[in-house]
């Protein structure tokens, strides 16, 4: 599934592939910068920096809780054991749906650093090639029906495949070059049984997502039947 690395206070998991080039140096955003490594940073709450490593080009992204929580403890969480972290709940999930043959960046690496009964967590995944998220897209154009029918027909096998994701919005669903549509962030993700229930919550909040950034942005190409239309498709590709 995947291995680790104890270093000190440091557990390091690697995907069995990166097992032998994965460093603790690797979770530092400085070490990058010095070999101007750095080729981009996604700006939200926290920033994930992307750097381009030999043929690999990667994701670093730290764990911050959100929040009223988050404005006290910031970046740290109670350790209760390697399993029972947000880092490798969401690392195991992401090896699970690379399995399962679905669209999510490849795990990279990801590392436990421990102080007392506190972690601390960082995660890296494979970047997805030439990305675009789909607020970038709408603040540009419309989408097309093509990418409507896309997006439902990926939401909703994530769904039949009892894909929890636990802040599905329109910055977490991305298309590549190619236009495949990609699906990340998995932290608090979980696989469930399909139920009706948790698969509506996250449809509701992707709508919510839709409304806010349209409240947020001069430029933002949504209408309600570009929803309806995500929507009907969405059903019909959900298993009954």
């Not at 806010?212 to 309600?224: A, H, I, L, T």
């Amino acid at each position: 599934m995947f291995k680790t690395l104890t270093q000190g206070k440091h557990t390091i998991l690697s995907h069995p592939d990166y097992f032998n080039l994965v460093d603790i140096s690797w979770f530092d955003a400085i070490y990058w910068q010095k070999q101007n490594k750095i080729v981009g940073a996604k700006k939200g709450r926290a920033t994930a920096w992307f750097f381009k490593h030999d043929d690999l080009t990667a994701v670093l992204r730290h764990y911050w809780r959100g929040g009223l929580v988050g404005k006290v403890l910031s970046d740290q969480y109670l350790y209760l054991g390697l399993k029972n972290t947000r880092v490798c709940k969401e690392f195991s999930l992401m090896i699970k749906l690379i399995e399962l043959g679905l669209n999510v960046p490849k795990p990279i690496a990801a590392r436990v650093s421990t102080s007392g009964l506190i972690y601390r967590g960082d995660i890296i995944t494979q970047a997805v090639s030439g990305a675009k998220s789909l607020l970038d897209v709408l603040i540009e154009r419309p989408l097309n029906s093509s990418e409507l029918e896309s997006i439902a027909n990926t939401i909703a096998l994530f769904h039949n495949k009892g894909v929890y994701h636990a802040d599905l919005n329109i910055n977490n669903i991305l298309f590549n070059e190619d236009g495949d549509v990609y699906i990340i962030d998995f932290d608090r993700g979980e696989i469930k049984q399909p139920n009706a229930q948790w698969q509506q919550a996250n449809m509701a909040r992707l709508a919510r997502s839709f409304l806010k950034e349209q409240g947020r942005n001069n430029s933002f190409y949504w209408q309600v039947n570009d929803w309806k239309t995500l929507h009907t498709i969405y059903k019909q590709k959900l298993s009954a």
